[in-house]
């Protein structure tokens, strides 16, 4: 304890009151886009990723975690502050401003060594970390550029998911002594393109993965919103994500206009004959494809994640560092015939989210408590013994990931998309979850969807206005309501267009 308190005052800082003397380390592991069925833990059929499962092995997986809008900058904005995406100002692709509170400046001034590598993605500078090494933007897969708050660095010739570790371990191995540590560590991977590096592509090139259920889904009783959406396997993947290899002599705008084309045939050898592809069978090795290429970014993640466990053993943290898993959202991987995110469907709300603390969460444990990704905030100060703010919207899952779920924890959740037409022509929606039930709102289109989760675990058959379900209907109806109100969402961007938020000239911002 003494010893803190000296680290404390060193840093300037009043020792919370109640702080623990052995205060855990904690590091946000993060990718984007890894859906929570492409690890083998949460019963992936079509991958096994040991590292991760290790993780829910030692530590707990939570079935139910979920994004409050299930798009990339909106949820790295609630995750670092702990509230939805009208409170943050970020419900689309807004820069984040990075004047405003954050866990990251909170655990900082709480006594904690912070730093943030990797994918940040919110358009303005981190603020609240001692160090920070960033991509720009989304970042290359190959050859990737890393801005600090004074330069940058190309790692040329090189993969981003080991460029991410391998700085992460590098800052871990010269880190102060005096301070437990907060690491946010994103990665870019599986974010479209896909691109995998050389090894595991090879892994993947021939392997043949299985359809999801829903691949054929025809939307059937389904609104509008689904059959209008433009994130189509069969339709809407690119040469540039199917990897075709354009013509000889082919390169600049001309090159990039042939990759961005959705090619409705595709010429493949086969067994020594060329064969033209359109179709049914296009959709199924377009299929092929982008999992082929989406599972092998998802390998070089797990032994990288893996890479990490090893470090903090061999460093003697392992004990008492919280590791988190996750994702910014979930992710559709063929399911209702889709890739990418957005809707509130099963496949892209559901967050990863596995959390091993030896010293503080009992191995091989599981909830399938309600949580959102604003609680993760909350969580963590519990952990460091900081105050959580009222403005954070999120409740610290500490007490579950120890296994003592209040007798009050939430049992729905409010869910809000903005980004409309946005890259995919994805309609805006709001809607609620419970253990057992989905209510969903196309407010512009006055459609509603409706699910039983436990009978229609697919969402295949929308029950709303259909006789019999009056009740229903009407309390998840009332407790939408309920929620929108609770959180504090007024309804301001109900008029189409969401906040024009801080964006503006970007400048001199490394991190736009
Ligand atoms: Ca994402």
Redesign the pocket.
């Known amino acids: 304890m003494l010893r803190l308190i000296i680290a404390l005052l060193l840093v300037g800082v009043t020792v919370p009151r109640g702080v623990a003397a052995d205060r855990p380390n904690i590091i946000f592991i993060m990718s984007?886009?890894h859906a929570a069925h492409a690890i083998s833990a949460y019963g992936s059929r079509i991958n096994r990723t040991p590292h991760l499962d290790r993780l829910a092995r030692e530590g707990m997986l939570m079935q139910n975690v979920f994004a409050t809008n299930s798009i990339?900058t909106p949820s790295r904005a609630t995750i670092l502050t702990g509230q939805y995406s009208h409170l943050n100002g970020v419900p689309v692709f807004n820069r984040f401003d990075r004047s405003r509170q954050t866990v990251a400046h909170l655990l900082q001034g709480g006594g904690y060594h912070t730093a943030m590598i990797g994918k940040w993605h919110l358009g303005s500078d981190p603020a609240g970390f001692d160090h920070w090494e960033i991509l720009p933007g989304q970042g290359a897969y190959v050859d990737p550029v890393l801005y600090t708050a004074t330069g940058e660095r190309t790692y040329s010739g090189r993969y981003v998911t080991d460029v991410v570790t391998d700085l992460a371990i590098e800052h871990l191995k010269g880190r102060p002594r005096n301070q437990p540590f907060f690491m946010m560590l994103h990665h870019k991977a599986p974010?479209r393109p896909w691109d995998p590096d050389t090894a595991h592509r090879a892994q993947f090139a021939d392997r043949w993965i299985p359809e999801p259920d829903t691949f054929w889904d025809a939307y059937t009783t389904r609104s509008d919103a689904l059959r209008e959406n433009e994130q189509r396997v069969a339709d809407d993947l690119t040469r540039r994500d199917l990897k075709v290899q354009p013509p000889p002599g082919l390169e600049g705008k001309a090159l990039t206009e042939w990759l961005a084309v959705k090619p409705d045939s595709v010429v493949v050898s086969r067994d020594g004959q060329t064969v033209t592809l359109s179709g049914e069978a296009l959709a199924r090795w377009k299929y092929q494809r982008y999992m082929q290429d989406y599972l092998a970014t998802v390998q070089s993640l797990d032994d990288n994640i893996g890479r990490v466990l090893a470090f903090l053993e061999e460093a003697g943290l392992a004990q008492n560092t919280i590791v988190v898993y996750t994702s910014?959202?979930g992710f559709f991987l063929g399911d209702h015939g889709m890739y990418d995110?957005r809707f509130m469907y099963e496949e892209s709300l559901r967050m990863p989210f596995l959390a091993r603390w030896p010293a503080g969460i009992a191995a091989g444990s599981r909830s399938d408590a309600i949580a959102i990704n604003a609680d993760f905030a909350p969580t963590f100060l519990e952990a460091a013994g900081v105050p959580v703010p009222p403005g954070m919207q999120g409740r610290s899952l500490l007490p579950i990931l120890q296994g003592r779920t209040p007798p009050d924890w939430r049992t729905s959740m409010y869910y809000r998309y903005y980004h409309d037409p946005g890259h995919h022509n994805t309609r805006a929606h709001y809607g609620v979850r419970t253990q057992t039930h989905k209510l969903i709102s196309y407010w512009k289109k006055k459609q509603w969807e409706l699910f039983d989760l436990v009978n229609d675990p697919h969402e295949l058959h929308n029950l709303y206005g259909q006789p019999g379900q009056e009740k229903l209907q009407e309390a998840l109806e009332a407790e939408l309501l309920r929620l929108k109100r609770s959180v504090g969402d007024e309804d301001q961007f109900a008029d189409e267009q969401p906040p024009a938020g801080v964006d503006g000239p970007v400048g001199k911002l490394r991190g736009k």
Request: include cysteine; proline fraction near 0%; aromatic fraction near 0%.
């Open positions: 984007d886009d990339c974010h910014d959202q995110k």
